[in-house]
């Protein structure tokens, strides 16, 4: 693996502040859902690659999605860059989400706000295995936003995927009133939705209330988790989760985010 | 005036390195997570993480953050501890001719002690570098590493006990590094290793609050670089013993001059994390440097001004 030279192949505002790039790299050809990448800004001043999900890959494996919100100076200099302009970036980095578990279930995908592109390419890959043996049986999406001014973004993308896909938003401007735990809770009491597995993107507090509602439901939850990386190889010990057990990397209850994550199954994290 | 195959080796403490550059301990693991990007054997020598006798869970997170041309970090010597450390790294690292040297923490003196004593008896270990000057835990770390005699203390008592090689890192949280230098030498060390980083604060005005959760972490990068190399003079101006020179290496210039000021050798830190290839570009620089200057052998550059 090496830090590759990736050219921006399109660029594209999804809503105020979110960005949606396509990069061309050699890195998509091997990529898998929840895996992620580090965008390294040019500005010499800022040292850090900023670590940004898989979106998806092209058909033809050339080329990665990322969306991402600008969060600060690094992701706005990353968002500025324009069609044609090249960027280093490294991965694909880290553990993605297990597919085989899904085999046989009803699976649900949680986005929460910056949460969501995260799952579109593991929604494709589910897509794709339902009509195969040892596929999944179902998978529905339900997105989480703040209110309709981040006009639910990459819903549409979901839609195309051909799974039924849920809005919610926290003060009801569009889709369901709730946030997404609040709401899948609502629609499982209501036998709307009955999950036999679930993955999850969003914050950490969405993230803890999604661990316990599929506890209630005594269900697996796979979920994609964030911090402060500095390496996002796993050799600088930055990026650590608190864990139930003695993680067998650490040998300590601290788990490495960017290599033995970012996803980790729920239950395994210590809250 | 071009000079072909330049000799860029040099040798510290009776061991032969084939080139002057190691990575800065807790930047590279102890190599596995990076063997997947660089040849390691290209390397002068490997500084590993910092290991304790019992495993050592760290800080709460956030742990790191970036600030202008460098990063703060308070990561709290996570680690295995030595058990799992000799049966794993050193395993994985015998595979590779390059030697090791292997970084040592602790809260007590007694940790330290009991890690170089372990230690002592394994194969391919090269010498050992005691973190007397880590700023992110309460106890041991850099409170050994600020005092004079505290330092002449640990330095003696950890020469002891081991049958290798010991450089003893040095903070630059003091008043005097010439002083703190002289302390480890007369406690016996066989050379010494500097910077470690500087105690630093980021504060996150909008949700008024520390950055990190420590509060408090080591600064590292290129900002520190011009300060690390005026610490790195005053300390091997002022000793006999060997000097390896770290703080803020990011291209083969910022090496040479750490060799001019007097190292023996330098260490690639927080640039590992920006390119993994940081320090073959600059082992690759210095060659170039030496074939385009005539520089013959590297070892003339080493304290070449006064």
Avoid at chain 1, 36 to 43: A, E, I, Q, T
Avoid at chain 1, 193 to 199: A, E, K, S
Avoid at chain 2, 117 to 122: I, P, T, V
Avoid at chain 2, 180 to 199: V, Y
Wanted: charged letters at 20%; aromatic letters at 6%.
């Amino acid at each position: 693996m090496m830090k590759e030279k990736a050219r921006i192949h399109s660029r594209r505002e999804l809503a105020e502040g979110i960005v949606s790039m396509w990069l061309k790299c050699s890195l998509a050809d091997h990529a898998e859902p929840g895996q992620f990448v580090l965008v390294y800004p040019k500005d010499s001043s800022r040292l850090l690659g900023r670590p940004f999900c898989i979106c998806e890959v092209n058909p033809e494996g050339d080329e990665i999605r990322i969306v991402f919100r600008i969060s600060g100076k690094g992701t706005e200099e990353i968002a500025a860059l324009e069609y044609r302009d090249i960027v280093e970036v490294e991965g694909p980095l880290g553990k993605g989400y297990p597919l085989e578990c899904a085999a046989g279930k009803q699976v649900l995908l949680m986005g929460g706000g910056i949460g969501a592109p995260s799952l579109l390419f593991l929604a494709q890959r589910l897509k794709k295995s339902i009509v195969s043996y040892g596929g999944a049986k179902n998978v529905s999406a339900l997105l989480g936003y703040r209110n309709s001014a981040l006009k639910r973004f990459l819903a549409d993308d979901f839609l195309n995927v051909g799974i039924q896909t849920m809005i919610a938003t926290d003060d009801g401007s569009d889709g369901i009133k709730g946030n997404v735990v609040e709401v899948a809770k609502r629609l499982h009491s209501q036998r709307v939705l009955l999950p036999q597995l679930i993955y999850a993107c969003g914050p950490m507090p969405m993230l803890k209330a999604v661990g316990e509602f599929a506890a209630e439901l005594k269900i697996p939850a796979y979920i994609s988790l964030e911090e402060h990386m500095a390496c996002g190889v796993g050799a600088c010990l930055g990026c650590v989760v608190p864990t139930k057990e003695r993680d067998g990397h650490s040998n300590v209850h601290n788990a490495r985010i960017c290599t033995e994550g970012p996803v980790f199954e729920a239950s395994e994290v210590l809250w | 005036m071009v000079k072909k195959n330049p000799d860029l080796s040099v040798s510290l403490c009776g061991i032969t390195f084939k080139n002057p550059i190691t990575c800065a301990s807790g930047t590279f693991g102890s190599g596995m997570e990076y063997a997947q990007f660089v040849d390691l054997n290209r390397l002068g020598a490997i500084t590993t993480k910092g290991v304790s006798d019992r495993a050592w869970e760290g800080n709460p997170t956030p742990r790191v953050t970036e600030t202008p041309s460098g990063m703060m970090n308070a990561i709290g010597l996570q680690n295995p501890g030595m058990e799992v450390f000799a049966k794993r790294d050193l395993a994985f690292l015998a595979k590779y001719d390059v030697p090791v040297i292997v970084n040592v923490c602790g809260h007590i003196l007694e940790e330290y002690k009991n890690v170089v004593e372990f230690l002592s008896d394994k194969e391919g270990i090269a010498m050992f570098e005691i973190n007397v000057s880590c700023p992110n835990i309460r106890e041991g770390g850099m409170a050994f590493g600020t005092s004079p005699k505290e330092l002449l203390h640990v330095t003696k008592e950890v020469k002891a006990v081991s049958k290798k090689p010991v450089i003893m890192k040095l903070s630059p949280n003091v008043t005097s590094m010439a002083d703190m230098a002289k302390a480890a030498e007369q406690g016996g060390a066989d050379g010494i290793s500097l910077i470690n980083t500087f105690t630093a604060m980021k504060i996150d005005v909008y949700r008024r609050r520390f950055v990190l959760a420590n509060r408090t972490g080591g600064l590292s990068g290129p900002a520190i670089h011009p300060i690390a190399v005026r610490m790195v003079y005053e300390a091997a101006h002022a000793v006999e013993i060997p000097v390896i020179g770290m703080g803020g290496i990011a291209s083969a210039e910022d090496a040479l001059e750490m060799l001019m000021a007097g190292a023996r050798m330098a260490a690639v830190g927080m640039m590992n994390f920006h390119e993994p290839e940081a320090m073959v570009h600059v082992i690759d620089g210095i060659e170039k440097y030496m074939e385009e200057t005539g520089t013959e052998k590297i070892v003339d550059l080493i304290g070449c001004l006064d």
